[in-house]
């Protein structure tokens, strides 16, 4: 059988025993901050199990995509290594919710794998809790008893928790030596006699001081890992070498150009392995929403990313290479899993852009680790200060330290490394400026019931007061939550009026903080009304944030999810993940679709349902990390466009909103993308603001034209200083022209109307007697200039004069009898001009 045969079996049997098969959860766990990853079949079921959630149907079963990467469910380090450990796998399960119980569980088990798969029975060994006759007793039916193990809780006691359900369960061994000898390597890590089904019965609750009580009801919780099952049945030693690994390997090797043998010393096969391994965790974790990053699960798949890329360093490769595995992948799983071809592009440009950034300095860190192995002289192991210079410097994650350090057969101080971290972090803590007034607050055992739905005022009897906190038994007044900040107000009790500054809740209590202290008037009546104002256009933005959502997915990729969110009266923010720049067509793109939403008048509406009939419908957007109760709120605004688990506060019609505006767009962390936009009357303020910024700069730019206005004319007068200055010798140039003191010279000016101005001023320096001729090469144009004292001008006209010399340069000119100026185009002709040519000038006249 295939492995898609035998996923399908499992189903099909477990359906013809009227179990309901549900599809996967996300790896990307809804409504469980608890959990980084989904890491078994029952985390969608937790709810039922707690006895805060319940299903339509008491039988389940399903395929699901399970991540084990961190706390104590970390297989990490023995992936690729070993034959049976991964980081993603899928885990078969089927769940009874107080119907059938250990009877039923154990003989279906038997049933699917002695009668359906044909699995050799003599080769099953079952494992059940010390003290769980019930279970033992029923296995006698199926096995003998040498091939029954009774184990302590450690390997046979499950529990959720600390405290609450738990109880027994019953393992199946597969033993896979040669001579069917594996019965005392039963749950001793053998790699030939492996766990391949966990039937857990639960039927306690753990109490706080550690009793155990039996609930009113018993549940079945089962899981197979799909992948040791899928070796079991095609009959290998390793889960890698079978057709849910192969064709991965079979690529890698082809690229690479090295050869896979399995074996598990052989260097080559270990990495290959591991990219194998790596890559389904990356691509399906992608697929679900979850991307590369900084913090949290982000860096947890960061980690992953850069393990697989220093791997595949080992085999030869230079450039990215892990995100041209998908297509095989996609035709291995996609046709059971569809999300991975439907994200084909978002996992292949996420992976290939966190390879090449890694690869930009993995090699630079390899160097520095090896001038760190060199220094390090006779010791064995690798400092905390070394190790987090590898981290904040190179990027390079512990466990990739710790990898290398291995191979080279070196130890890390993993202590040293963590007091490191640590320092760090304080002095990022002690850095952060509070931006928000810490309140503390009470725990109270009081109810208050929400009526800001349908009203923004309302009468309320006085519950608690202390100092300037009061609590209602109901109130208008929305505590922030889902991203929407707390409403603001006014509460006027015993004739004062209390300014409400903001909301807490503490327990089911909503706790008002005002201005100043109230008068102690507990049992009194209160009158509490919400700012209105700001309320609408806290709506507005909340509506709008819905709608941009949407608008997103269909101009950016379905593969979007909301990462966070502000709502406030004066704008919306909203982060989701995307791995480049959102483009200036595609926030027009947005705006239009977000806009015409707004004009078609949709009305919007909400609707109360069960949390399980929301997972169920595709339509309804959930929010990873969000808990939801029972009872969820569902906000529509056209039910064929968008439709979201919300509790805040919105506008009736999407009209109201007015005009939508995205005022910018960045990034806030890796991966992660920030929207800020505006509505409504926000965008006429918007607006006048940019307006303002418009003269602002029109204003400066005309000071500025005005300070380089008279920057220039104190320029222009320096430099005709300067030329003055350098004139002061022109009198031993004077040469003596019919009786007239006659001074002709070629100035270097920058214009014509420099050259006027020196010749002016040398004028009346020289008082009587005196002719003064002076030529400048501009633009390729020759000026001329000429002046003379007004006691000769009854002999000497300047404008007739300059017009013969102008006549000599191919130009003309003229002016008054005192003073002219001309312009000639014959610049070879200036010296000849000066030289001799203006004194036949003089003397002809």
């Known amino acids: ?442 725990m109270l055992d009081f109810s208050s019931e929400f009526v800001g739905y349908e009203s923004l005022s309302c009468e309320g009897k006085v519950l608690y007061i202390n100092e300037n906190q009061i609590v209602l038994d109901k109130t208008p007044f929305y505590v922030e939550s889902g991203g929407q900040v707390s409403d603001t107000g006014k509460i006027i009790l015993g004739g004062e009026t209390y300014l409400v500054e903001d909301v807490k809740k503490s327990g089911n209590a909503i706790i008002h903080f005002c201005d100043k202290n109230l008068e102690n008037l507990v049992g009194g009546v209160a009158f509490a009304q919400v700012d209105s104002i700001k309320r609408k256009s806290t709506a507005r933005n909340h509506s709008a944030t819905h709608l941009m959502h949407e608008a997103i997915r269909q101009t950016v990729g379905t593969h979007i999810k909301q990462q966070g969110s502000l709502v406030c009266s004066d704008y919306l923010r909203f982060d989701f993940n995307h791995f480049e720049r959102v483009t200036t067509e595609q926030i027009e793109q947005i705006e239009n679709i977000v806009n015409k939403k707004i004009f078609e008048n949709h009305l919007i509406e909400t609707i109360i349902l069960t949390l399980e009939q929301a997972s169920q419908n595709d339509k309804i957007r959930m929010y990873f990390g969000d808990k939801y109760g029972d009872i969820v709120r569902a906000v529509v605004m056209d039910e064929k466009y968008s439709i979201e688990l919300c509790g805040g506060t919105h506008v009736k019609n999407t009209s109201e909103i007015g005009l939508f505006k995205v005022k910018s767009e960045g990034s806030v962390a890796a991966g992660i993308r920030r929207i800020e936009a505006i509505t409504g009357e926000a965008i006429e303020l918007h607006i006048k603001s940019l307006n303002d910024k418009i003269v602002q700069k029109n204003n400066e730019h005309d000071n500025l034209n005005d300070k380089i206005k008279q920057l220039e004319k104190e320029i222009t007068e320096l430099k005709l200083k300067e030329l003055e200055q350098s004139l002061s010798n022109f009198e031993n140039d004077t040469v003596e022209i019919n009786g007239i003191n006659v001074i002709s010279k070629q100035i270097n000016t920058e214009n014509a109307e420099q050259l006027k101005k020196l010749c002016e001023n040398y004028k009346s320096k020289v008082k009587s007697n005196t002719i003064v001729f002076f030529t400048s090469v501009n633009d390729d144009k020759v000026n001329l200039c000429l002046a003379i004292t007004d006691d000769i001008t009854n002999k000497y006209q300047a404008g007739k004069i300059i017009g013969e010399a102008a006549k000599f340069l191919g130009g003309g000119g003229g002016g008054k009898p005192n003073f002219a100026t001309a312009g000639g185009k014959d610049i070879s002709k200036v010296s000849e001009l000066l030289n001799s040519k203006f004194k036949l000038i003089i003397e002809a006249i």
Not at 354 to 359: A, Y
């Open 1 to 442: 059988m295939t492995s898609n045969e035998i996923r399908q079996s499992f189903l099909d049997y477990f359906k013809n025993k009227t179990h309901r098969i549900v599809p996967s959860a996300p790896v990307v766990p809804h409504g469980d901050p608890t959990l980084l990853f989904t890491n078994a079949g029952m985390n969608q079921f937790k709810d039922v199990f707690l006895g805060t959630g319940s299903r339509e149907y008491s039988r389940a079963a399903d395929t699901q995509k399970c991540i084990r990467v961190s706390g104590k469910h970390n297989d990490l380090e023995e992936v690729g290594v070993d034959t049976y450990h991964h980081t993603f796998f899928e885990m078969l399960g089927n769940w009874s919710f107080g119907d059938y119980y250990k009877e039923d569980a154990i003989a279906w088990a038997w049933e699917l794998l002695v009668d359906k798969w044909k699995l050799d029975s003599e080769r099953l060994y079952a494992t059940v809790f010390e003290t769980d006759d019930e279970a033992f007793e029923i296995w006698k039916k199926y096995l003998p008893e040498s091939r029954i193990q009774r184990h302590g809780a450690k390997d046979n006691f499950w529990e959720m928790g600390e405290t609450g359900p738990c109880g027994p369960c019953s393992e199946i061994h597969y033993d896979g030596t040669p001579d069917k000898t594996g019965g005392p390597k039963v749950n001793a890590s053998d790699p030939q006699v492996i766990e391949i089904w966990n039937l857990v019965f639960i039927q306690f609750n753990r109490k706080s001081d550690g009793a155990l009580e039996p609930l009113s009801s018993t549940h079945v919780d089962t899981g197979m890992g799909f992948e040791r099952i899928v070796r079991v049945i095609q009959g290998k030693t390793s889960n890698y070498d079978t057709d849910v690994f192969m064709p991965l390997i079979n690529k890698i090797s082809q690229l690479s150009g090295r050869k896979y043998n399995g074996g598990l010393e052989d260097k080559d096969s270990i990495a290959m392995r591991v990219i194998a391994d790596h890559i389904r965790t990356l691509s399906f974790s992608i697929a679900d929403g979850a991307f590369p990053g900084n913090e949290g699960r982000g860096y947890v798949l960061r980690r992953i990313l850069r393990r697989a890329s220093r791997y595949s360093r080992n085999l030869g490769f230079k450039e990215p290479f892990l995100y041209s595995l998908l297509p095989v992948l996609i035709e291995t799983l996609g046709d059971f899993f569809p999300e991975l071809n439907s994200n084909r592009e978002i996992i292949e440009k996420v992976i290939k852009g966190e390879e090449e950034s890694f690869l930009q300095t993995l090699e630079r860190g390899l160097n520095k680790f090896e001038e760190i192995k060199s220094n390090i002289g006779g010791a064995n192991s690798i400092s905390g200060d070394e190790a987090f210079l590898l981290f904040d410097s190179f990027g390079f994650p512990l466990d990739l330290t710790e990898l290398i350090a291995r191979e080279n057969n070196l130890e890390v101080d993993i202590a040293g490394f963590e007091v490191k971290m640590k320092e760090q972090k304080d002095r990022s803590r002690a850095a952060r400026k509070k931006t928000t007034q810490e309140v503390e607050i009470p």
